[in-house]
């Protein structure tokens, strides 16, 4: 507990941040709510920052950000000249729509013509433009080469780095002088935040000399060993917390009170600049079901990248199966004690506590793995408490669900979205990976939860051990199959994480693993390569480049029907299509390509959506472009191109150039 010695209440206690760079931008990432959540129960004074979502809304506030990036990104070079033109039509789509992007991202206010989802996409590309290319986002081939990069980056002046840097820079510098913080926490979730934390508490240490800093969450208890040893980790941070953070924090800043010695906090590694051997306190003992909910005050919680305001809860540490070969995360879990799972009432408290506290209607259990039984019960507890909220979770496609009665039961209180991991259908390789279901009842789970009106989404996973082309292509079959009932949300090879069975073990896997200080991840089709760890082969089975083009097929082969829980992103066929259109108006976020970035100008009018990334190409021969940018049929193929484009929302017929009856027969013929 907090000293009773009288305190300097102009400082914060604890500043706790999560960095950028990370997908993570659709709700906030928990691990910030519930250490803030247990600290100020426990009399602290925290302030809690995701940064994450600040540098978007920073680009929101001062869209003038992204005109001056892709300034500093133009080549000027004639064969870039396609690229530069889509970079600097994107930005001026932003700018065009700032208010109507403003009041939906900030607000979740109306988006006018654009709409809640287009709001959304275009904010998002317009901040994947803003950090193009930039420290921010870039990948690594092992930790010293990151290490080297954030020192030098520490170095520079920040009005000589990247704009987004910049901004960051700005963002923190900030804090730091409205909180003068005497514990800053870095959260760390995914590899992706590794260099830009790093770089933050370098800053933290030159503008903030006699703040301490710790770093966490998931990256560190993956890596700490290695990131024990980095000179740029020895010089800024004073401790790891490789476990939980909420008993390490609370007791850290007891000591900082001086009523308690250093010795006796839990769960931190201590680091010394000088490189001496680092040492580490006892270990935590608070418990998961010792823990309260999440509290999100201070965060803009309804500001986040989503279409409606979404928050999350999680009902366990760990995963109570921890036994897939693959998963990190799962595999910690299996010492004794290393699973906690909270009771039913605790997690009807925590989503009543969230529901009550912030409105939302919508809460994902955001754990590995979710004890589906448990979750059943919490939500009844809830609904008993007056609290009605659609949920997801995260699971697998185990035995349980083959009871339709159950499926039911889920969504009858809310369950609305379940995300499983999907391997394939070979039950040769889910047996070898130790996944702990059945194959054959894969189907029988789909028709139970679509018949209960659960959406199913899957992460597929490639190079599942030796998988053979057979075994590939039932498992292809069995998603075509099932494409208009799931949705699918990753595609990613299979990475060998430090600390999972694959790395203990990888001779029972039949993997030779390259454990130097080489990293790799999966950068053709995860977000900055996603999961990274080391690089692997495996005897007898598919090289890498075989694996990867597999998952490309399935990208190209298979057409996920589900995109949002309950929601079909295909409308089912409405017969025959309707009448030809003669005259169609593109919508703002619509461009046509200037002849300097289409070689093929002089024959047909290229259409850029930059809200849905996609390129339409119709020839001159039948389409016309008025000089007010109204798009004309000369052709009665031209006219069905307008209906289709029309149908692809890329603009709207003209109401005073309505189709002709002989256009309309022309087109249903």
């Given at each position: 507990?907090?000293s009773?010695?009288?305190a300097?209440?102009?400082r914060?206690d604890a500043?706790?941040i999560?960095?950028?760079?990370?997908?993570?931008?659709?709700?906030p990432?928990?691990?910030?709510?519930?250490?803030t959540?247990?600290?100020?129960?426990?009399?602290?004074?925290?302030?809690?920052?995701?940064?994450?979502?600040?540098?978007?809304?920073?680009?929101?506030?001062?869209?003038a950000?992204?005109?001056?990036?892709?300034?500093?990104?133009?080549?000027?070079?004639d064969?870039?000249?396609v690229?530069?033109w889509?970079?600097?039509a994107?930005?001026?789509?932003?700018?065009?729509?700032?208010?109507?992007?403003r009041?939906?991202?900030?607000?979740?206010e109306?988006?006018?013509?654009?709409?809640?989802?287009r709001?959304?996409?275009?904010?998002?590309?317009?901040?994947?433009?803003?950090?193009?290319?930039?420290?921010?986002?870039?990948?690594?081939?092992?930790?010293?080469?990151?290490?080297?990069?954030?020192r030098?980056?520490?170095?520079?002046?920040?009005?000589?780095?990247?704009?987004?840097?910049?901004?960051?820079?700005?963002?923190?510098?900030?804090?730091?002088?409205r909180?003068?913080?005497?514990?800053?926490?870095?959260?760390v979730?995914f590899?992706?935040?590794?260099?830009?934390?790093?770089?933050?508490?370098?800053?933290?240490?030159?503008?903030?000399?006699?703040?301490?800093?710790?770093?966490?969450?998931?990256?560190?208890?993956?890596?700490?060993?290695?990131?024990?040893?980095?000179?740029?980790?020895?010089?800024?941070v004073?401790?790891?917390?490789?476990?939980?953070?909420?008993?390490?924090?609370?007791?850290?800043?007891?000591?900082?009170?001086?009523?308690?010695?250093?010795?006796?906090?839990p769960?931190?590694?201590?680091?010394?600049?000088?490189g001496?051997?680092?040492r580490?306190g006892?270990?935590v003992?608070?418990?998961?079901?010792?823990?309260g909910?999440?509290?999100?005050?201070g965060l803009p919680?309804?500001?986040?990248?989503?279409?409606?305001?979404?928050?999350?809860?999680?009902s366990?540490?760990?995963?109570?199966?921890?036994?897939c070969?693959?998963?990190?995360y799962?595999n910690?879990?299996?010492?004794?004690?290393?699973?906690?799972?909270?009771?039913?009432?605790?997690?009807a408290?925590?989503?009543?506590?969230?529901?009550?506290?912030t409105?939302?209607?919508?809460?994902?259990?955001a754990?590995?793995?979710?004890?589906?039984?448990?979750?059943?019960?919490?939500?009844?507890?809830?609904?008993?408490?007056?609290?009605?909220?659609?949920?997801?979770?995260?699971?697998?496609?185990?035995?349980?669900?083959?009871?339709?009665?159950f499926?039911?039961?889920?969504?009858?209180?809310?369950?609305?979205?379940?995300s499983?991991?999907?391997?394939?259908?070979s039950?040769?390789?889910?047996?070898?990976m130790?996944?702990?279901?059945?194959?054959?009842?894969?189907?029988?789970?789909?028709?139970?939860?679509?018949?209960?009106?659960?959406?199913?989404?899957?992460?597929?996973?490639?190079?599942?051990?030796?998988?053979?082309?057979?075994?590939?292509?039932?498992?292809?079959?069995?998603l075509?199959?099932?494409e208009?009932?799931?949705?699918?949300?990753?595609?990613?090879?299979?990475?060998a994480?430090?600390?999972?069975?694959?790395?203990?073990?990888?001779?029972?896997?039949?993997?030779?693993?390259?454990?130097?200080?080489?990293?790799?991840g999966?950068?053709?089709?995860?977000?900055?390569?996603?999961?990274?760890?080391?690089?692997?082969?495996?005897?007898?089975g598919?090289?890498?480049?075989?694996?990867?083009?597999?998952?490309?097929?399935?990208?190209?082969?298979?057409?996920?029907?589900?995109?949002h829980?309950?929601?079909?992103?295909?409308?089912a066929?409405?017969?025959?299509?309707?009448?030809?259109?003669?005259?169609?108006?593109?919508?703002?976020?619509?461009?046509?390509?200037?002849?300097?970035?289409?070689?093929?100008a002089?024959?047909?009018?290229?259409?850029?959506?930059?809200?849905?990334?996609?390129?339409?190409a119709?020839?001159?021969?039948?389409?016309?472009?008025?000089?007010?940018g109204l798009?004309?049929?000369?052709t009665?193929?031209?006219?069905?191109?307008?209906a289709?484009l029309?149908?692809?929302?890329?603009?709207?017929?003209?109401?005073?150039?309505?189709?002709?009856?002989?256009?309309?027969?022309?087109?249903?013929?």
């Open positions: 507990m907090p009773s010695t009288p300097d209440r102009t914060t500043l706790l999560f960095p950028p760079q990370t997908e993570a931008r659709f709700f990432y928990l691990s910030l709510p519930y250490l959540g247990h600290l100020r129960r426990r009399g602290r004074r925290v302030h809690q920052a995701d940064l994450n979502i600040a540098v978007l809304h920073e680009l929101l506030r001062r869209p950000l992204l005109d001056d990036a892709v300034r500093a990104q133009d080549t000027g070079d064969r870039t000249a690229s530069d889509y970079r600097r994107v930005a001026d789509v932003f700018a065009a729509h700032i208010g109507d992007l009041a939906h991202v900030l607000h979740k109306p988006a006018g013509d654009l709409g809640a989802d709001a959304v996409r275009l904010a998002g590309l317009a901040l994947e433009l803003l950090v193009r290319d930039t420290f921010l986002v870039r990948t690594w081939e092992n930790l010293d080469r990151l290490d080297d990069a954030v030098r980056a520490a170095a520079r002046p920040p009005a000589a780095s990247d704009v987004p840097v910049a901004s960051l820079h700005r963002l923190v510098s900030g804090l730091l002088g909180h003068r913080p005497r514990v800053v926490g870095l959260s979730a590899f992706s935040q590794l260099a830009p934390a790093l770089l933050i508490a370098a800053w933290v240490r030159r503008l903030a000399p006699d703040t301490r800093i710790c770093l966490g969450g998931q990256q560190v208890m993956l890596r700490h060993d290695s990131l024990a040893r980095l000179p740029g980790v020895l010089e800024s004073d401790a790891l917390c490789p476990t939980a953070g909420e008993e390490p924090l609370e007791r850290w800043l007891d000591a900082l009170d001086g009523t308690v010695p250093v010795t006796a906090v769960g931190m590694t201590w680091l010394s600049p000088s001496a051997e680092s580490t006892p270990p003992i608070l418990r998961f079901r010792d823990l909910p999440p509290d999100f005050t919680f309804r500001s986040y990248l989503n279409d409606a305001l979404e928050l999350a809860i999680v366990c540490v760990g995963c109570y199966w921890g036994r070969a693959f998963c990190s799962g910690r879990a299996l010492p004794q004690g290393g699973y906690q799972q909270g009771t039913a009432t605790q997690i408290d925590a989503v009543e506590t969230v529901v009550r506290a409105g939302t209607r919508y809460v994902s259990v754990d590995e793995n979710t004890n589906l039984r448990l979750i059943l019960k919490a939500m009844r507890v809830a609904r008993a408490r007056g609290v009605r909220v659609r949920f997801g979770v995260r699971g697998r496609l185990e035995a349980i669900l083959t009871d339709p009665q499926c039911l039961d889920l969504a009858a209180v809310g369950c609305a979205m379940i499983v991991g999907y391997e394939g259908v039950q040769r390789l889910l047996d070898r130790d996944r702990g279901v059945r194959a054959a009842d894969y189907q029988l789970i789909l028709d139970n939860l679509d018949a209960a009106g659960i959406t199913v989404r899957f992460s597929v996973m490639g190079q599942v051990l030796d998988e053979t082309p057979d075994e590939f292509e039932a498992s292809l079959r069995f075509v199959d099932n208009r009932r799931i949705g699918i949300d990753a595609l990613e090879l299979m990475v994480e430090p600390g999972s069975r694959l790395v203990g073990s990888p001779e029972e896997y039949g993997l030779a693993l390259d454990t130097t200080d080489r990293l790799t999966n950068p053709e089709l995860s977000y900055l390569a996603g999961r990274v760890g080391h690089p692997l082969s495996v005897r007898g598919p090289t890498r480049t075989e694996a990867l083009d597999r998952l490309v097929r399935i990208f190209h082969t298979v057409r996920p029907g589900r995109t829980a309950s929601t079909s992103s295909h409308p066929s409405a017969g025959p299509r309707g009448p030809g259109v003669e005259a169609l108006r593109p919508h703002t976020w619509v461009r046509v390509a200037p002849p300097s970035a289409d070689d093929r002089a024959d047909r009018v290229t259409l850029a959506d930059l809200v849905r990334e996609r390129f339409y119709l020839p001159r021969a039948d389409v016309e472009q008025r000089p007010d798009l004309t049929a000369r009665e193929r031209g006219s069905r191109l307008l289709r029309a149908d692809a929302g890329a603009g709207a017929a003209d109401p005073e150039r309505s189709a002709s009856p002989a256009a309309s027969a022309r087109s249903s013929s």
